[in-house]
Structures are given as C-alpha cells and as structure tokens.
Nanobody, 122 residues
C-alpha cells in the first residue's frame, strides 16, 4: 500500500502561481511512476501530468505544456506540480496518483490521494 497526501491548494487569482505537493508513505516511492489528475465540477477526471520513477521523463496534457511543471524528489518521497499563469479553467480538485507505469490513463494508477482544491478567480 502507498498512502498519498496532497497539499498546496487554495484560492488564487488568475495569473497567480501555486505549487502542489504530494507526499507518499508506505512503500518505496522510487518504485512508482507518479501522476497528477484533476476533476472540475460536473466533469470527468482528466490527466494533467506524469513523471517516471527516476524523474527523468515527464508527460503533460498538451494544453498545459509551458504552464505546468511536474517534478519529484525521491529523497523526500514527494512529487510536485508547479502551476503558473493560472486560469479560471484550472479550477478543480487535483489528485496525485502512483502506479507502475507513467500513463495518461487514470485506470492504470494503483493508489490515489484525497485531492486538494484549487480555485482560480477571474
């Protein structure tokens, strides 16, 4: 089992930045690829970004490239999501997930956090 706890969400204005963190416990963090997903009210959960076990490879939702950056620190069992130039459309609950493979598919992740709310006002 892997326990994931997200933090760093909040209410910000359009154009601001936030950095989300997700701390893992329970198993060896470096054994897992990590992903970030988000779910806005009334919408399906969507892929945001993923990073390989070593942190050497990252993948992003096309429309978020250049604004969002995923990174990880295996010595701290933590994955981050740096979000810049935030827009009201970025408002959602953000979830981190751990899995065997780096994937855009939520179903391929084995463990999930509880989520952290990000609200961007215009």
């Amino acid at each position: 089992q892997v326990q994931l706890v997200e933090s760093g969400g909040g209410l910000v204005q359009a154009g601001d930045s936030l950095r989300l963190s997700c701390v893992a416990s329970g198993r060896t963090f470096g054994d897992y690829a990590m992903g970030w997903f988000r779910q806005a009210p009334g919408k399906d959960r969507e892929f945001v970004a993923a990073i390989s076990r070593s942190g050497g490879t990252a993948n992003y939702k096309d429309s978020l490239k250049g604004r969002f950056t995923i990174s990880r620190d295996n010595s701290k069992n933590t994955v981050y999501l740096q979000m810049d130039s935030l827009k009201p459309d970025d408002t959602a609950v953000y979830y981190c997930a751990a899995g065997q493979l780096m994937s855009v598919r939520a179903s391929l992740y084995d463990f999930w956090g509880q989520g952290t709310q990000v609200t961007v006002s215009s």
